[in-house]
């Protein structure tokens, strides 16, 4: 490891991991895991970090434009992906996000968000050999490959969890696992649902162990024990693999919730930036050549502290959530004033916040607008938010849409919206009643609002299809 950088850096991270660990012994086997994963850096990878660290902000030139795609869905896999790599230069991609393709469970697994193997690329998609020739091949061409990096849990099947069924206490404490109900109630008075529909309460029985398994999102996806200083250490051995493998960008999914404490909301703590910034540091000491973009879907107001600060700052970008919703929630009011708020708070940000400005993804769209400020538009939130998503339903008769609700919760009346930019702008339902002026004027609108989100802070990501209007 280069010493200039050694001394850089690994002052701080020592505070911060005693700080959060007080393990010693730990913090030296995570030294010991960095030298490592340094030295198995390939010597191109190297350069390609020299030419960053000269260019530090690279990833905000202007010529900066995404995609985001499965790979099976466009090419039957990742040796599909490499043979049209023409395809994707031709509209002049310069970042490539696929979505995970690391080893799951079949069929259950979130879309590849419940992980077996976090260094093992899917056998249905690829191989790590192909992984690697694809960055290679990516990087001639000046595409950077963002891949998603699941820190919060692991799937059921994981060798982790497979280990803590039958009962070893080291992959048991890997996990917040519990005899009775007291303690998991305890959580459950102050920690919210994420999908109260399709999967309520945030606990889940798992028969083998005869313990309550910690799962706030899926019953098979397990969610990782952040107190334990050995989780940190193998999921940084995790990132830094890939990372080798040439990915140069990972999506930190669902990083608010990495961090766990009775008696919050188990969302956005103070300890989730001590992890963060831990990992920007490592990634500057081994990878700089790699960049952490954060998947946090809060309220515009959370956003601004996941980028940290001048001094100490942690992810480089962040997904522009709140951004997107705004843009949709305008097409389908005809009314710009909270959409214009959104862009007063963006603009008024630090220099060091940057977003990924996208219309569609592989997620629902949550209704999370701004209450505060809808209520001094006199705008009801609640009633703004259920005419929202009955419009993208399509159940108004003057809605253009087809999309569809997604995990209504009649008890708060909250729900999600889910469908392709086609579907939403009201292509898919002028062709389906074979009507071309509906088509034509869904065209006009997917135009509209991908040029609205071209003019945004940061740079945009089309959804695989967007391209061609599907």
């Given at each position: 490891?280069?010493?200039?950088?050694?001394?850089?850096?690994?002052?701080?991270?020592?505070?911060?991991?005693?700080?959060?660990?007080?393990?010693?012994?730990?913090?030296?086997?995570?030294?010991?895991?960095?030298?490592?994963?340094?030295?198995?850096r390939?010597?191109?990878?190297?350069?390609?970090?020299?030419?960053?660290e000269?260019?530090?902000?690279?990833?905000?030139?202007?010529?900066?434009?995404?995609?985001?795609?499965?790979?099976?869905?466009?090419?039957?896999?990742?040796?599909?992906?490499?043979?049209?790599?023409?395809?994707?230069?031709?509209q002049?991609?310069?970042?490539?996000?696929?979505?995970?393709?690391?080893?799951m469970?079949?069929?259950?697994?979130?879309?590849?968000?419940a992980v077996?193997?976090?260094k093992?690329?899917?056998?249905?998609i690829?191989?790590?050999?192909?992984?690697?020739?694809?960055?290679?091949?990516?990087?001639?061409?000046?595409i950077?490959?963002?891949?998603?990096?699941?820190?919060?849990?692991?799937?059921?099947?994981?060798?982790?969890?497979?280990?803590?069924?039958?009962?070893?206490?080291?992959?048991m404490?890997?996990?917040?696992?519990?005899?009775?109900?007291?303690?998991?109630?305890?959580?459950?008075k102050?920690?919210?649902?994420?999908?109260?529909?399709?999967?309520?309460?945030?606990?889940?029985?798992?028969?083998?162990?005869h313990?309550?398994?910690?799962?706030?999102?899926?019953?098979?996806?397990?969610?990782?024990?952040?107190?334990n200083?050995?989780?940190?250490?193998e999921?940084?051995?995790?990132?830094?693999?890939?990372?080798?493998?040439?990915?140069?960008v990972?999506?930190?999914?669902?990083?608010?919730?990495?961090?766990k404490?009775?008696?919050?909301s188990?969302?956005?703590?103070?300890?989730?930036?001590?992890?963060?910034?831990?990992?920007?540091i490592?990634?500057e000491?081994?990878?700089?050549?790699?960049?952490?973009k954060?998947?946090?879907?809060?309220?515009?107001?959370?956003?601004?502290?996941?980028?940290?600060?001048e001094?100490?700052?942690?992810?480089?970008?962040?997904?522009g959530?709140s951004?997107m919703?705004?843009?949709?929630a305008?097409?389908a009011?005809?009314?710009?004033?909270m959409?214009?708020h959104?862009m007063?708070?963006?603009?008024?940000?630090?220099?060091?916040?940057?977003f990924?400005n996208?219309?569609?993804?592989?997620d629902?769209i949550?209704?999370?607008l701004?209450?505060?400020?809808?209520?001094?538009?006199?705008?009801n939130?609640?009633?703004?938010?259920?005419?929202?998503?009955?419009f993208f339903?399509?159940?108004?008769?003057?809605?253009?849409?087809?999309?569809?609700?997604?995990?209504?919760?009649?008890?708060?009346?909250?729900?999600?919206?889910?469908?392709?930019?086609?579907?939403?702008c009201?292509?898919?339902?002028?062709?389906?009643e074979?009507?071309l002026?509906?088509?034509?004027?869904?065209i006009?609108?997917?135009?509209?609002?991908?040029?609205?989100c071209?003019?945004?802070?940061?740079?945009?990501?089309?959804?695989s299809?967007?391209?061609?209007?599907?």
């Amino acid at each position: 490891m280069i010493e200039e950088r050694r001394k850089r850096y690994e002052k701080e991270l020592h505070e911060k991991y005693l700080q959060l660990y007080h393990n010693e012994q730990c913090y030296e086997e995570l030294m010991q895991m960095l030298e490592g994963a340094y030295q198995d850096r390939s010597a191109e990878l190297r350069r390609l970090d020299g030419r960053r660290e000269k260019e530090p902000n690279w990833y905000r030139n202007r010529n900066m434009l995404g995609m985001t795609m499965y790979p099976k869905l466009f090419a039957g896999g990742l040796k599909g992906v490499i043979e049209h790599l023409d395809y994707l230069s031709e509209q002049k991609i310069t970042y490539l996000h696929l979505m995970p393709l690391l080893k799951m469970p079949h069929p259950y697994n979130d879309g590849g968000y419940a992980v077996e193997d976090f260094k093992q690329v899917d056998s249905e998609i690829g191989t790590n050999e192909e992984l690697k020739r694809l960055t290679k091949e990516l990087r001639k061409r000046g595409i950077s490959l963002c891949l998603d990096v699941v820190m919060n849990h692991t799937a059921d099947t994981h060798e982790w969890a497979i280990r803590a069924k039958r009962g070893e206490q080291e992959y048991m404490d890997r996990y917040q696992c519990y005899e009775t109900r007291e303690i998991p109630d305890q959580f459950e008075k102050t920690m919210p649902q994420v999908f109260p529909e399709t999967a309520p309460g945030n606990f889940t029985w798992c028969e083998e162990m005869h313990r309550h398994v910690l799962t706030t999102f899926y019953t098979y996806q397990w969610d990782l024990n952040y107190h334990n200083p050995k989780v940190f250490n193998e999921m940084i051995g995790n990132i830094l693999y890939l990372a080798n493998l040439g990915v140069e960008v990972f999506r930190i999914d669902a990083v608010p919730y990495i961090w766990k404490e009775l008696g919050t909301s188990c969302r956005n703590l103070p300890q989730v930036h001590s992890i963060v910034r831990m990992l920007r540091i490592i990634v500057e000491m081994i990878c700089p050549a790699v960049i952490l973009k954060g998947e946090v879907v809060m309220e515009p107001k959370e956003l601004p502290v996941y980028f940290g600060t001048e001094s100490e700052p942690e992810c480089h970008m962040l997904y522009g959530v709140s951004s997107m919703v705004n843009l949709w929630a305008a097409l389908a009011t005809r009314d710009t004033r909270m959409l214009k708020h959104q862009m007063d708070v963006i603009h008024s940000l630090p220099k060091n916040c940057y977003f990924v400005n996208y219309l569609r993804c592989h997620d629902d769209i949550g209704w999370g607008l701004d209450e505060e400020q809808e209520k001094k538009l006199e705008i009801n939130p609640i009633r703004h938010k259920e005419y929202l998503y009955h419009f993208f339903e399509g159940t108004y008769p003057y809605s253009f849409a087809r999309g569809e609700l997604y995990n209504y919760d009649p008890a708060t009346k909250d729900a999600r919206s889910c469908g392709t930019t086609a579907s939403l702008c009201g292509i898919e339902k002028g062709g389906f009643e074979g009507d071309l002026e509906q088509v034509k004027q869904g065209i006009q609108r997917v135009l509209m609002m991908h040029a609205a989100c071209m003019s945004m802070e940061g740079f945009v990501m089309l959804s695989s299809g967007d391209e061609i209007g599907r």
